[in-house]
């Protein structure tokens, strides 16, 4: 199975600073059909998972554009230009070009 | 208005039987793939299964691999999960997903004797 890891695994940051969190898998995420097929989600606490980003930098409907993804290969990232309070929560990567689709461990952002 | 309703969860004892169900409207429900994910008490995410828009395709986590099954029923715009021999470990909130577009309330299984 492809392991996703995420880095760091807990982010305090102060409001309005921009903040990135690191996801690297196994192997390529590269499907045959060209695309990448890495997603992230937005888990706030108490609320259901949340898509933010689809195939590497695609934004979801309704998120807002201070919220960026980016990377190639094996490697990725996520970035919030400048943080606000609703941000706090939990953030995943997920691979959805190999079967078993995989997550990575999540990254707990914090406001200080 | 985009609706994911899961249904069938509760406490089970160890090696029983559940079946989860998960309703949606607002969306054409055959044109998605529908998967299921779980989260186990403040654990992560975890991906389960998923099944094709019309069924023609399965794919399963391997910790649930010959244990749990989905199927659809697009008439009903229902996705199901048979989850049998349950463990402990298969604890967790059980999510639906079209292609991760959207996401259900979560329903809560608890396996324990």
């Known amino acids: 199975d492809v392991v996703m890891t995420q880095s760091p695994l807990s982010l305090p940051v102060t409001l309005g600073q921009p903040a990135s969190i690191s996801c690297r898998s196994s192997?390529?995420?590269?499907?045959?059909?060209?695309?990448?097929?890495l997603n992230w989600f937005q888990q706030r606490p108490g609320q259901s998972p949340r898509r933010l980003i689809y195939?590497?930098?695609n934004r979801d409907s309704g998120v807002p554009d201070r919220f960026s993804g980016s990377g190639s290969g094996t490697d990725f990232t996520l970035k919030i230009n400048r943080v606000e309070a609703e941000d706090a929560g939990v953030y995943y990567c997920?691979?959805?070009?190999?079967?078993?689709?995989?997550f990575g461990q999540g990254t707990k952002l914090e406001i200080k | 208005q985009v609706q994911l309703v899961e249904s069938g969860g509760g406490v089970v004892q160890p090696g029983r039987s559940l079946r989860l169900s998960c309703a949606g409207s607002?969306?054409?429900?055959?044109?998605?793939?529908m998967h299921w994910v779980r989260q186990a008490p403040g654990k992560g995410l975890e991906w389960v299964a998923v099944?094709?828009?019309?069924?023609?395709?399965?794919y399963y986590a391997d910790s649930v691999k010959g244990r749990f099954t989905i199927s659809r029923d697009n008439s009903k715009n229902t996705v199901y999960l048979q989850m049998n021999s349950l463990r402990g470990d298969d604890t967790a909130v059980y999510y639906c997903?079209?292609?991760?577009?959207?996401w259900g309330q979560g329903i809560l299984v608890t396996v324990s004797s």
């Open positions: 997903s079209p292609n991760f577009d959207f």
């Open positions: 607002g969306f054409t429900f055959s044109n998605y793939g």
């Open positions: 099944i094709w828009h019309d069924g023609s395709n399965k």
């Open positions: 192997q390529s995420l590269v499907y045959s059909d060209g695309n990448t097929y």
């Open positions: 195939k590497v930098s």
């Open positions: 997920m691979q959805g070009t190999h079967w078993p689709n995989t």
